[in-house]
């Protein structure tokens, strides 16, 4: 029996719309969350009803929902439950008892036709949850390699119960999907949809001299630029290491920019870019809004992590018309195309990735690898195709349940 709200949407825009209720861990900033936070404005600009329920509410992309009229769900526990539990471990199974009951009501009460689960905790919660709410149809997104089940072996044989009960199952990149086959999913179930791009923010009228003067950069620096929260497998200690090694080589005045929340490792990679003799090469900046700024003031993007599903920072790089160093981990080999629009190099390698730095700081073509790039993600990773992806999985999941 089809409800009003899960009857699907004509290709043209007309008719009701299927109501998606999309689960995700937070609204902090990050790759996935960013990425949540695209869609959902896009589906709801092009007429769908998605909602967000979050495990862990608020966060500083919330705005950016409630700003369009998306409907956000969860539950925060008050302080004197944590006053009265104390123990940080009860308060944390408390926590996730509660969530998950809040989650089993938001289902039964707002009915969404498909239910689609982003990063393992939302896959876990989520999946479980919503056998006990009888949601017609079930997607997974999985963003990243299946690294993190090695320390958390329980979190891999939920996830191995889960898969055969999902409608659809969807990665993001090529190298994600194939080890999803391999943790016995049916292939005819597995979807690819690469991440989306929005042109417009390096589309506007931008002046490079002005924008540096404003961030203290010098007009004529060789300036790199890495995009991720200050993590350990992102590989900045590699960063690091292999500008040390070619310090003396490179064209001065040369910066750094790496661009992230820090988790705890900043002091540290601070004090060995110090130990090394490029500590006043390399800017710490933080989390920023403004990261399009940044990009365009940039000439050359990095980004050396030693595990990723499909990341965006690559695609705002190329964007942005900057040549990517990247490494060869997840789908970064499918994004950019080594020695067209830039290099990609073993992941761990500080070695090599100094040689690549090096290689795209002299080269003479670095402004083309980097159009190159930008016209690459035109044609291949708009946030039009994507979204018109994310439509025909909803349209394909809705049908397959009726």
């Given at each position: 029996?089809?409800?009003?709200?899960?009857?699907?949407?004509?290709?043209?825009?007309?008719?009701?719309?299927?109501?998606?209720?999309?689960?995700?861990?937070?609204?902090?900033?990050?790759?996935?969350?960013?990425?949540?936070?695209?869609?959902?404005?896009?589906?709801?600009?092009?007429?769908?009803?998605?909602?967000?329920?979050?495990?862990?509410?608020?966060?500083?992309?919330?705005?950016?929902?409630?700003?369009?009229?998306?409907?956000?769900?969860?539950?925060?526990?008050?302080?004197?439950?944590?006053?009265v539990?104390?123990?940080?471990?009860?308060?944390?199974?408390?926590?996730?008892?509660?969530?998950?009951?809040?989650?089993?009501?938001?289902?039964?009460?707002?009915?969404?036709?498909?239910?689609?689960?982003?990063?393992?905790?939302?896959?876990?919660?989520g999946?479980i949850?919503?056998?006990?709410?009888?949601i017609?149809?079930?997607?997974?997104?999985?963003?990243?390699?299946?690294?993190?089940?090695?320390?958390?072996?329980?979190v891999?044989?939920?996830?191995?119960?889960?898969?055969?009960?999902?409608?659809?199952?969807?990665?993001?990149?090529?190298?994600?999907?194939?080890?999803?086959?391999?943790?016995?999913?049916?292939?005819?179930?597995?979807?690819?949809?690469?991440?989306g791009?929005?042109?417009?923010?390096?589309?506007?009228?931008?002046?490079?001299?002005?924008?540096?003067?404003?961030?203290?950069?010098?007009?004529?620096?060789?300036?790199?630029?890495?995009?991720?929260?200050?993590i350990?497998?992102?590989?900045?200690?590699?960063?690091?290491?292999?500008?040390?090694?070619?310090?003396?080589?490179?064209?001065?005045?040369?910066?750094?920019?790496?661009?992230?929340?820090?988790?705890?490792?900043?002091?540290?990679l601070?004090?060995?870019?110090d130990?090394?003799?490029?500590?006043?090469?390399?800017?710490?900046?933080?989390?920023?809004?403004?990261?399009?700024?940044?990009?365009?003031?940039?000439?050359?993007?990095?980004?050396?992590?030693?595990?990723?599903?499909?990341?965006?920072?690559?695609?705002?790089?190329?964007?942005a018309?900057?040549?990517?160093?990247?490494?060869?981990?997840?789908?970064?080999?499918?994004?950019?195309?080594?020695?067209?629009?830039?290099?990609?190099?073993?992941?761990?390698?500080?070695?090599?990735?100094?040689?690549?730095?090096?290689?795209?700081?002299?080269?003479?073509?670095?402004?083309?690898?980097?159009?190159?790039?930008?016209?690459?993600?035109?044609e291949?990773?708009?946030?039009?195709?994507?979204?018109?992806?994310?439509?025909?999985?909803?349209?394909?999941?809705?049908?397959?349940?009726r």
């Amino acid at each position: 029996m089809c409800t009003e709200s899960s009857k699907i949407k004509s290709s043209n825009g007309a008719g009701n719309s299927l109501r998606i209720l999309l689960i995700i861990g937070s609204l902090e900033v990050g790759g996935a969350e960013r990425h949540v936070v695209q869609v959902v404005t896009r589906l709801k600009a092009r007429g769908w009803e998605p909602e967000i329920f979050v495990l862990t509410p608020g966060g500083p992309l919330t705005h950016i929902l409630t700003d369009v009229g998306v409907p956000i769900h969860g539950v925060t526990l008050s302080d004197w439950v944590f006053s009265v539990l104390k123990n940080k471990r009860l308060c944390a199974r408390v926590g996730l008892v509660i969530t998950s009951v809040a989650l089993i009501y938001t289902m039964w009460l707002r009915r969404p036709a498909v239910v689609h689960f982003f990063l393992p905790a939302a896959y876990v919660v989520g999946g479980i949850a919503s056998f006990f709410a009888k949601i017609p149809a079930r997607i997974m997104s999985r963003r990243s390699l299946h690294n993190y089940q090695t320390a958390h072996p329980y979190v891999a044989r939920i996830e191995r119960y889960l898969h055969p009960r999902m409608t659809l199952v969807c990665g993001n990149s090529r190298a994600v999907v194939e080890e999803l086959a391999t943790e016995g999913i049916n292939p005819e179930r597995l979807r690819l949809i690469y991440n989306g791009i929005e042109l417009a923010p390096y589309d506007t009228p931008f002046d490079r001299s002005a924008v540096r003067t404003q961030f203290g950069i010098p007009d004529d620096a060789l300036v790199f630029v890495l995009v991720a929260n200050l993590i350990p497998y992102k590989g900045h200690a590699d960063l690091i290491k292999a500008l040390a090694r070619i310090k003396e080589a490179l064209p001065e005045p040369w910066l750094a920019l790496c661009i992230g929340r820090d988790d705890g490792i900043g002091t540290r990679l601070q004090q060995e870019a110090d130990s090394l003799g490029v500590g006043s090469n390399i800017r710490f900046l933080g989390s920023r809004s403004d990261v399009p700024l940044f990009l365009r003031s940039a000439d050359v993007g990095i980004l050396c992590s030693h595990e990723e599903g499909f990341s965006n920072a690559v695609l705002e790089g190329m964007a942005a018309g900057l040549p990517m160093v990247v490494t060869d981990v997840g789908g970064n080999a499918e994004a950019v195309l080594d020695g067209v629009t830039g290099y990609v190099v073993p992941a761990h390698n500080p070695e090599c990735l100094a040689d690549a730095l090096l290689k795209v700081a002299l080269a003479d073509d670095r402004a083309l690898m980097g159009d190159r790039g930008r016209e690459r993600v035109a044609e291949t990773f708009s946030m039009n195709s994507c979204i018109d992806a994310y439509e025909a999985l909803y349209r394909e999941a809705g049908a397959q349940v009726r």
